[in-house]
């Protein structure tokens, strides 16, 4: 990121997709002049490219990719170059069929999109790797390559069933087991005679008559994340070969389910992000804070780059509809405030044809003219003036358990309640935070916790024994858990935590026995009655029928065909606090006993400001900062700080101040 920043002048990076090629040689110049007056230092290049690069097998012509790229370095506009192997050109399927992916129902994917590739296939590999090969090897002296951005939005399919991936799943499974007898304990294989003789009789998990193997389908989801790791980390050490130099990203789709972050992150040089949060949407703006908090969080609050975003409507929704003034600077400065150091689009001119053509750009349909341009050259201009910004961090003293295995078992079929999903868990946890302006991380289970107060588990449905005695050992050390329901229920193979009933993983920690799930029906709720105040609550979809054993109940149900049982309880261990949520509470109390562990634990908020500004600092290494208050409200706000006139706040304003050591 450092090397980034060195190359854009210690800049906040300011640009978006640049697609030359869909337009005639003499709108480039245009383009260049108006992206100098946009304040534009940053475009990305050739994501879609492969069919323009090498229009036949082994032929290659780069002419038209050097014209561009001398343009841009003419104008001192770097360029993040894209190894565009995201989208093969129609002469690969056609002649290797094979390399188009199968799906588990027996359909083979067609050309005529993007990302038609099997990641396991080692055709495609061999072509794609060929290509980047070519292309670092032609632009790695390049005075306009800054950064290198590898494919896009990897996986594509959520899993192919071909021959080449069936054999490949089987050698992963090879190297996680190393033998069967190890495979088929994990898998439970003794269940409906599916034990496993040979290594050839396993095949990935496709369409069957009852229930598939649920621990296999979480095998089959970390295998589909290995194999297009495997992808990205093969061009990747390409490019580092031939441009050690250059930094090394692909682009993440925010809270995405089907590929672990955790593990990608750790194999490029800087996270980038996608993120097209609804502009209409009342919680848009908490969903996106909560996807830049993980994005941050993946590299251990590292700066990040907002690699893709919207200037108005996007084209995938029902209704796509325009953004309201001035929310484009907004969510901007929201992703900059945590933790992004740019700032960029899809795309730099909307499109005239193809698919997307209906989505948004910097350089709208209309032109110049326009509301959409005007914002953006706006904000442009306000973006060189915060260069200082770059390379600071958002700190944290309260942390969110967020795991892609578990949240893969989670949602596999045969579970007690059929609709539990994880993101809707994760962000009604987070929503009442980010209300108190509560800066938070994102830690994997068993992450180093010793930074934080408060550790806040929406589910851990999965934990193995690494993670479980890591949460644990951070209240024996003085920290505050708070736990929701359905947590520590089963290990790393999706089999259940044995013995002496649920959760098996916290039962100590959190003391409390468990020894039934009572789900309840969409048209049923319970009464809570609060042991402090004697004050009642209503409590939906979950009941956990258990017993305190260490820990005291701090909701009780009062009503139910099973009577008066403990709802949340608070448990002392070691020299920590462990609050459990055996229960699905209303927004109100699930906001209560969030933000009296935050005062518990003794985290502060960034700033006491009113309901519904956001308050986000980001603080420097000489111990300075620099103060984010977004107000993403239709009214405008006054904002009272100590030391601090009072600050007004225009509807979906934003105020940065700089903040001295």
């Given at each position: 990121?450092?090397?980034?920043?060195?190359?854009?002048?210690?800049?906040?990076?300011?640009?978006?997709?640049?697609?030359?090629?869909?337009?005639?040689?003499?709108?480039?110049?245009?383009?260049?002049?108006?992206?100098?007056?946009?304040?534009?230092?940053?475009?990305?290049?050739?994501?879609?490219?492969?069919?323009?690069?090498?229009?036949?097998?082994?032929?290659?012509?780069?002419?038209?990719?050097?014209?561009?790229?001398?343009?841009?370095?003419?104008?001192?506009?770097?360029?993040?170059?894209?190894?565009?192997?995201?989208?093969?050109?129609?002469?690969?399927?056609?002649?290797?069929?094979?390399?188009?992916?199968?799906?588990?129902?027996?359909?083979?994917?067609?050309?005529?999109?993007?990302?038609?590739?099997?990641?396991?296939?080692?055709?495609?590999?061999?072509?794609?790797?060929?290509?980047?090969?070519?292309?670092?090897?032609?632009?790695?002296?390049?005075?306009?390559?800054?950064?290198?951005?590898?494919?896009?939005?990897?996986?594509?399919?959520?899993?192919?069933?071909?021959?080449?991936?069936?054999?490949?799943?089987?050698?992963?499974?090879?190297?996680?087991?190393?033998?069967?007898?190890?495979?088929?304990?994990?898998?439970?294989?003794?269940?409906?005679?599916?034990?496993?003789?040979?290594?050839?009789?396993?095949?990935?998990?496709?369409?069957?008559?009852?229930?598939?193997?649920?621990?296999?389908?979480?095998?089959?989801?970390?295998?589909?994340?290995?194999?297009?790791?495997?992808?990205?980390?093969?061009?990747?050490?390409?490019?580092?070969?031939?441009?050690?130099?250059?930094?090394?990203?692909?682009?993440?789709?925010?809270?995405?389910?089907?590929?672990?972050?955790?593990?990608?992150?750790?194999?490029?040089?800087?996270?980038?992000?996608?993120?097209?949060?609804?502009?209409?949407?009342?919680?848009?703006?908490?969903?996106?804070?909560?996807?830049?908090?993980?994005?941050?969080?993946?590299?251990?609050?590292?700066?990040?780059?907002?690699?893709?975003?919207?200037?108005?409507?996007?084209?995938?929704?029902?209704?796509?509809?325009?953004?309201?003034?001035?929310?484009?600077?907004?969510?901007?400065?929201?992703?900059?405030?945590?933790?992004?150091?740019?700032?960029?689009?899809?795309?730099?001119?909307?499109?005239?044809?193809?698919?997307?053509?209906?989505?948004?750009?910097?350089?709208?349909?209309?032109?110049?003219?326009?509301?959409?341009?005007?914002?953006?050259?706006?904000?442009?201009?306000?973006?060189?003036?915060?260069?200082?910004?770059?390379?600071?961090?958002?700190?944290?003293?309260?942390?969110?358990?967020?795991?892609?295995?578990?949240?893969?078992?989670?949602?596999?079929?045969?579970?007690?309640?059929?609709?539990?999903?994880?993101?809707?868990?994760?962000?009604?946890?987070?929503?009442?935070?980010?209300?108190?302006?509560?800066?938070?991380?994102?830690?994997?289970?068993?992450?180093?916790?010793?930074?934080?107060?408060?550790?806040?588990?929406?589910?851990?449905?999965?934990?193995?024994?690494?993670?479980?005695?890591?949460?644990?050992?951070?209240?024996?050390?003085?920290?505050?858990?708070?736990?929701?329901?359905?947590?520590?229920?089963?290990?790393?193979?999706?089999?259940?935590?044995?013995?002496?009933?649920?959760?098996?993983?916290?039962?100590?920690?959190?003391?409390?026995?468990?020894?039934?799930?009572?789900?309840?029906?969409?048209?049923?709720?319970?009464?809570?009655?609060?042991?402090?105040?004697?004050?009642?609550?209503?409590?939906?979809?979950?009941?956990?029928?258990?017993?305190?054993?260490?820990?005291?109940?701090?909701?009780?149900?009062?009503?139910?065909?099973f009577g008066e049982l403990p709802a949340v309880t608070r448990n002392t261990y070691g020299h920590g606090t462990a609050?459990?949520?055996?229960?699905?509470?209303?927004?109100?109390?699930?906001?209560?006993?969030?933000?009296?562990?935050?005062?518990?634990?003794?985290?502060?908020?960034?700033?006491?400001?009113?309901?519904?500004?956001?308050?986000?600092?980001?603080?420097?290494?000489?111990?300075?900062?620099?103060?984010?208050?977004?107000?993403?409200?239709?009214?405008?706000?006054?904002?009272?700080?100590?030391?601090?006139?009072?600050?007004?706040?225009?509807?979906?304003?934003?105020?940065?101040?700089?903040?001295?050591?």
């Amino acid at each position: 990121m450092a090397a980034l920043r060195s190359r854009l002048g210690g800049r906040l990076a300011y640009g978006g997709d640049y697609n030359p090629e869909q337009w005639p040689e003499e709108v480039w110049a245009e383009d260049v002049k108006m992206m100098r007056e946009a304040g534009v230092n940053l475009v990305t290049v050739g994501v879609f490219s492969w069919t323009l690069l090498e229009p036949d097998p082994g032929h290659y012509t780069f002419d038209w990719l050097d014209r561009v790229m001398d343009l841009l370095a003419d104008h001192d506009i770097a360029v993040d170059l894209a190894t565009p192997t995201a989208a093969p050109p129609a002469w690969l399927p056609y002649e290797h069929p094979e390399t188009r992916p199968l799906l588990a129902d027996g359909t083979r994917l067609t050309f005529g999109s993007r990302q038609h590739y099997c990641s396991s296939s080692p055709i495609y590999r061999a072509k794609a790797a060929a290509l980047v090969e070519r292309l670092a090897t032609r632009y790695a002296t390049h005075p306009a390559l800054a950064l290198w951005h590898v494919n896009n939005e990897y996986p594509g399919v959520d899993g192919c069933h071909c021959d080449a991936s069936a054999a490949h799943f089987r050698r992963w499974l090879a190297d996680r087991y190393g033998d069967l007898d190890a495979l088929n304990r994990a898998w439970g294989t003794s269940f409906w005679s599916q034990r496993y003789r040979a290594w050839a009789e396993i095949t990935p998990p496709g369409k069957v008559l009852g229930a598939v193997n649920p621990a296999q389908r979480v095998d089959f989801r970390r295998f589909n994340g290995d194999a297009a790791l495997e992808c990205f980390t093969a061009e990747r050490d390409l490019l580092r070969r031939i441009t050690p130099a250059i930094p090394v990203t692909t682009n993440f789709m925010a809270s995405y389910k089907f590929l672990d972050y955790w593990k990608w992150a750790a194999e490029e040089d800087v996270v980038a992000l996608d993120a097209y949060p609804d502009a209409r949407d009342p919680l848009g703006h908490v969903k996106a804070a909560m996807n830049y908090d993980l994005m941050r969080s993946l590299r251990a609050g590292r700066p990040w780059l907002l690699m893709e975003s919207a200037t108005g409507p996007v084209n995938s929704r029902r209704r796509n509809s325009a953004r309201p003034p001035g929310q484009l600077r907004l969510r901007s400065h929201q992703a900059v405030a945590r933790g992004a150091d740019s700032v960029m689009f899809f795309q730099w001119r909307a499109s005239a044809f193809g698919a997307e053509k209906y989505h948004s750009a910097m350089v709208p349909h209309a032109g110049a003219d326009s509301r959409i341009w005007r914002e953006v050259a706006a904000l442009g201009s306000e973006l060189r003036d915060l260069a200082e910004v770059g390379g600071t961090r958002v700190e944290s003293e309260v942390a969110i358990v967020w795991d892609w295995p578990s949240w893969w078992a989670l949602e596999e079929g045969g579970r007690p309640l059929a609709d539990l999903a994880f993101h809707d868990q994760a962000l009604a946890h987070y929503l009442p935070l980010w209300q108190a302006n509560i800066a938070v991380d994102m830690v994997r289970p068993g992450a180093d916790l010793s930074r934080y107060r408060l550790l806040v588990v929406p589910n851990l449905y999965l934990v193995d024994a690494e993670g479980a005695a890591n949460i644990t050992a951070f209240v024996e050390h003085g920290g505050h858990l708070v736990m929701s329901y359905f947590s520590g229920i089963v290990d790393e193979n999706d089999q259940i935590i044995l013995p002496g009933g649920h959760p098996g993983a916290f039962r100590d920690v959190l003391g409390v026995r468990i020894e039934e799930f009572n789900p309840l029906q969409d048209d049923e709720s319970l009464t809570l009655r609060w042991s402090d105040d004697g004050s009642v609550s209503t409590a939906s979809q979950w009941q956990d029928l258990m017993r305190t054993e260490s820990a005291e109940a701090l909701a009780t149900f009062t009503d139910g065909m099973f009577g008066e049982l403990p709802a949340v309880t608070r448990n002392t261990y070691g020299h920590g606090t462990a609050t459990y949520i055996g229960t699905q509470l209303d927004t109100e109390r699930l906001a209560s006993v969030l933000t009296d562990a935050v005062a518990t634990a003794g985290v502060r908020p960034v700033a006491q400001v009113p309901e519904g500004v956001e308050a986000v600092r980001r603080h420097a290494a000489d111990g300075g900062s620099h103060l984010f208050l977004l107000n993403h409200t239709d009214a405008p706000i006054t904002v009272e700080l100590p030391t601090k006139t009072a600050l007004h706040l225009p509807p979906q304003g934003v105020t940065i101040l700089r903040e001295e050591a």
